[in-house]
């Protein structure tokens, strides 16, 4: 069995394709793995990567021991593979659709079974299947290392690997030299996030035991390809293959700012891209320098140092730091099986010991995970980050004072008596970070109580994040903040009480939706539009809200809408139009794809869920979950589907029967579908929105979503 230079081997689903190539401008001619149906032909994976054959006269071919061997035209073996496991006569080499080149006995199809793969030496590629790790058994270091250049596939300086010491991180590296930390794995995502965390596009897998540690990814839908490619420059790049442009598209890439520079801010210091310099010293510690100029210079790698040194006998606290990127784990220590009181007493027997924290992040937080010596590569998140426990002398920490919320602070007593106690029978509603109860206080004015979840996830900065959001908004289309409580663990925002409930109560219950008249939903479509309005161009700042949706629209006495949860909101300058997130948080249907795949989010993320929001409003059907005997499209799908058919007043919900205004309804299902674009440049603007819900002028024609 053999392969002649100019012959190829196709898998059988036609994804890859496996040959002799020759980068461009070079006589040298390597094995290689390539896209089949990508016009470029982009390789993926090379067998002989320092040993090329000099001419077109290379062989591949297997022997009966199941060896892999390239040869040149004087038959001399410039590669071969190896394996540890005796073939069988039944042995053969398999190119899989995954792009997995695999020897194996042809009548058995476990992974575990096959003699050799390729996708144990990677390259520069990492792709869905492939694990990025190390295996503890075998000696398997699962890494990619970047091409030499362009036009040689030899290793170059960097690579993508595993460092095992202490807690396992993922790396990048230029030789001995760490670039970036990808970060541990915290139970939920990897802690740098450069690799794919959880979206409708990828689902991925950890795994973390005594014979191995390994990553790996997979698409849900195996038509997208998309790959993870380590450049010779350097740069980890995410590339989705756009079919439209015949081109990759680049949808991350590494070291994106300079707090993604490994130390940029040296020990004991945060780095946060928002602050002007990015430095500064953990509380209890100053810069090295004691002059002005060093602090505000560029150069921080020397880091800080203690104001107090540790006493170590008994005169040491710790102060909880949140939001961060956890330091550097080479010099760490994890067992999952211990509580994070545990873990405090632990740290202070240990003179060494300079932080804590849960190994596990899940379930409100489990394990434990110390630090010994210097705290080296920490970040200020703008969302997520994990809590950080630092050792400070006592004397340090009891400087730290705690800040205070600028807003009527309710007694914890006086909210319990209003929902009588927490009492099921006073529960609204479960919201996003927790359950809403229904309060009555003394002097008879009606609340609405959130109460923040222990396990929900919204942590302190969360709430911070909505209560001095919406305390400086006022518009009749947002909900009311009248106050916060805070006790020890506990958190929660008090609301104005709406007695009609949420938006989602009528629209999707077949009895209750009948209540909403074509009337009464224009005036709620119109509402919503101008509170979006409001948070985007009029208000005193300038708000994302990042989760609309028709269970935060809640309705007061007279139907009137009310924009509600603020907790994943988030505060724009002036002059910007985009940002970026590690953390996609928010409620899947009503996600733009930009957002949901990327991460970036912009005024126009939030036109897009307010155009999901008209065309549920419209149909009474929600956008996640939607079924049609005739096709298996989305809500948006279904929309566009008719309106290209020319019967887009066949969308409409039922319940109205003939009472509606067909003019107004045409009108809001193109405003909807100019919202849904793919693009954010082609959706249009909140005032540009309005304008066309409320005008009689001509609409522009929407492309398909």
Known sequence: QSIKDGETLVSAGGSFELGFFGPKNSKSR???????????????WVANRETPVSDASGVLSINHNGILSIMNRTKGIVWSSNTSRNASEETIAQLLDSGNFVVKDRNDSDPTNFLWQSFDYPCDTFLPGMKLGRNFVTGFDWHISSWKSMQNPAPGLYSLRTDPQGLPQFVLKKGPEILFRAGPWNGAYLTGRTLPTVNPIYSFEFVWNENEIYYEYEVQNHSVYTRYLLNPSGLIQRTIWNERKNDWEVFATSQADQCSIYAYCGPYATCNTNESPPCKCLEGFMHRSASPEDINSVDWSNGCTRRTPLACEGGDSFLKQTGLRIPD???????????????????????????????????????????YGD????????????????????????????????????DFATVA??????????????????????????????????????????GLEEFKNEVTLISKLQHRNLVKLIGCCVRKDEKMLIYEYMPNKSLDYFIFDQTRSKLLDWRIRMHIIDGIARGVLYLHHDSRLRIIHRD?????????????????????ARKFGVDQTQAKTKRVVGTYGYMSPEYALDGLFSTKSDVFSFG????????????????????????????????????????????????????????CINVALLCVQQSPPDRPNMSLVLLMLCGDSVLPRPKQP
């Not at 793995?33 to 982009?42: C, E, F, L």
């Not at 609309?548 to 994943?568: E, Q």
């Open 548 to 568: 609309l949706k028709a269970s935060n629209i809640l309705l007061d006495n007279n139907m009137n809408p009310k924009i509600s949860d603020f907790g994943l």
């Open 612 to 667: 999901v929001l008209v065309l549920e409003i419209l149909s009474g059907k929600k956008n996640r979950g939607f079924s049609h005997p005739e096709h298996d499209h989305n809500l948006l799908g279904h929309a566009w589907t008719l309106w290209m058919g020319k019967r887009p007043l066949e969308l409409i919900d039922t319940a109205f029967g003939d009472l509606y205004n067909a003019t107004e309804v045409l009108r």
């Open 417 to 458: 008596m209003a929902t009588n106690n927490f009492s099921s029978n006073n529960i609204l509603g479960q919201g996003g970070f927790g359950p809403v109860y229904k309060g009555t206080l003394i002097e008879g004015q009606e609340i609405a109580v959130k109460r923040l979840s222990k396990n929900s996830g919204q």
């Open 375 to 410: 705290l080296t590569d920490i970040s200020e998140l703008n969302e997520g980050g994990q809590d950080l426990y630092i050792r400070l002398a006592t004397c340090d920490l009891s400087e730290h004072g705690k800040e205070d919320l600028e807003l009527p602070a309710f």
């Open 30 to 44: 390597y094995v290689g793995i390539w896209y089949k149906k990508v016009s470029t032909g982009t390789v993926v």
């Open 329 to 371: 784990t080479s010099k760490s220590w994890a067992d999952l099986s211990i509580d994070l009181k545990e873990c405090e007493k632990l740290c202070l027997k240990n003179c060494s010991c300079t932080a804590y924290t849960n190994l596990d992040i899940r379930e409100g937080g489990r394990g434990c995970l110390l630090w």
